[in-house]
């Protein structure tokens, strides 16, 4: 598969798995019944999981961008990985929503990583 492909796949498991992060959210937000559902709770992992074999394969075939750039974009994945599950698992609401915006800024700083292509740190 070609290098391009595999970004775009990587692309997408990103926008899908941060699009179903905050429908999470809000579903347990507003106590919906959706949010029990055995699907709802699986298909994060089948995402997050097809998300990480993405990055397996990016990496394997890229190795273009300096050392500083991944250690910058898996420290990211951490803090999003970290904080969603605050978001998702906190007892209080006031932690939930920490969690939850906590969450968005590691997938702000990946996106700004991502394009510019210049390590924030390190
Ligand atoms: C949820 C976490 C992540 C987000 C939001 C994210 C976001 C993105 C985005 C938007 C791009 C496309 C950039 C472009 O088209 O110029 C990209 C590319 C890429 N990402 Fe990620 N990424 C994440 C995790 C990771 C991790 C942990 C790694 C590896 C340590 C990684 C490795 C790469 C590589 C190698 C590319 C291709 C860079 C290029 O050749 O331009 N990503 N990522």
Do not use: C, E
């Not at 290098?3 to 992060?21: D, N």
């Not at 300096?66 to 969603?84: E, H, Q």
Request: no cysteine.
């Amino acid at each position: 598969m070609s290098y391009l492909a595999l970004k775009h796949i990587h692309v997408t498991l990103v926008v899908v798995s941060v699009l179903f992060f905050i429908l999470r959210f809000f579903w347990r937000s507003i106590d919906a019944q959706i949010a029990k559902q055995k699907w709802v709770k699986i298909a994060p992992h089948i995402i997050d999981t097809l998300l990480l074999v993405s990055i397996v394969a990016l990496v394997w075939q890229g190795l273009v961008l300096g050392s500083a750039w991944y250690m910058n974009k898996t420290i990211g994945l951490i803090g999003y990985i970290v904080f969603g599950i605050v978001a998702m698992r906190a007892q209080t609401a006031l932690w939930r929503y920490i969690g939850f915006f906590v969450a968005l800024g590691w997938i702000m700083m990946l996106l700004h990583i991502a394009y510019a292509k210049v390590p924030l740190f390190g």
